[in-house]
Each structure stands twice: as C-alpha cells, then as structure tokens.
C-alpha cells in the first residue's frame, strides 16, 4: 500500500511538474505573440517599449549613445486612396520587411509603431555614423521601385525619418527621446518629405 501511494505521489508531482512547463511554455509563447505585429510580422510598438525600456535601464556608467529613428511612409493616405488598402498593405509589409532586414544587419532593432509609422533604436553609434544609417534607410525604401504616381517627392513610395541622438541616455527619459524623434519627424515632413531631420539630447551642466 505505501509503494502504491509513493508512486502515485510521484506520478502526481511529475504530472504537476510537466503541466507547469506546458504553462510556462505557453504563456512564453503569449508574450512573443504580444509583441510581434500582426500585419508584418516584425516587433510591434509593445515590443519597442519592453526593448526601449532595457536599453534606457543599463547602467549609469554606460555612456554608450543611444538614438531612437521615428520615420513613416510619405502620402501614405494618397497611396491607399489610389490603389486601395490590400496594396496599402502590401506596401507597408515590404517597408517593413525591409527596415527590419537593414536593421538586423547593422545591430538594431526596429519596430511597427503603428499605422505607415516605423520606429527604429540604434545602441552605440556616433552622430555621424547614425546619420549614415538613417541616410542608408531613405535609400533602401526608394530603392525598393514601390510604384507611387501620387507622390509629391518620387515616382516610388519613399518615407521622412526624425532621428534623436542621446549622448547621456541614463540622464533622459523615455518619452523625452521619443518626443523630440517625432518633433524631428515631423520637421522632416514640413521641409518636403523623403529626407531626414536629425535632433541631438545632451548631458545637462551644473549650470543648467
């Protein structure tokens, strides 16, 4: 009877232990579909905030840059209204496809943050060399001949970027990289589209 009820004990613990796995697994698997848009396939803006929010918690010595890209697809709305939203859809996947790919290559992380609008953080990177990516992306979204007759700035689909370089990320919030990226993107739209705009967060002085 006592060799019964041990086994049984075991089989038990071991039907609890596997059961719990199974959740965990699960609800892991919840999380990463959480965070990954449904449309492209690439991280969504809850997986930009979870990643945005890492990188801003690293340690104060770390004076390594930061810079947050805000960029989204010029005339996007002119783009659906011609050739309707599946091709709207269509387009935003290749855009992303291709922000995602750039990225990877280069050591970043880019996200859907809703809509025809990308966000993108870069860890590491002087001023110039951010410039330069942010250059390479422009050209890799034009380049991609998205046809686009309603365009103001291009025969093909093409997209402005707001760059924020933080030279102290420790010293500045969140929401303030953010902010300051969309103020640049949307200088970027106002100065005629498909180009950049590029703003830079500094360190404050004892005197500031």
Known sequence: ???????????????????????????????????????????????????????????????????????????????????????????????????????IENGAFAARYGGEEFVLILQGKNQEAVAAFAEQLRQRIEGLCIPHSLSEVSKYVTISLGVCWVTDKNDTSIKKVLDEADKALYQAKQKGRNRICTVGLYPKTPDS
């Open 1 to 103: 009877m006592y060799m019964n009820i041990r086994a049984l004990n075991d089989n038990l613990e071991k039907t609890v232990n596997d059961r719990t796995q199974e959740l965990l697994a699960a609800n892991e698997k919840l999380k990463c579909l959480s965070t990954l848009d449904g449309l492209t396939g690439i991280p969504n803006r809850r997986g930009f905030e979870e990643i945005m929010g890492q990188e801003k918690e690293l340690a104060p010595q770390n004076s390594t840059h930061l810079a947050v890209i805000m960029l989204d697809i010029d005339f996007f709305k002119e783009f659906n209204d011609l050739y309707g939203h599946l091709n709207g859809d269509d387009c935003i996947k290749k855009v992303a496809q291709a922000l995602y790919a750039y990225a």
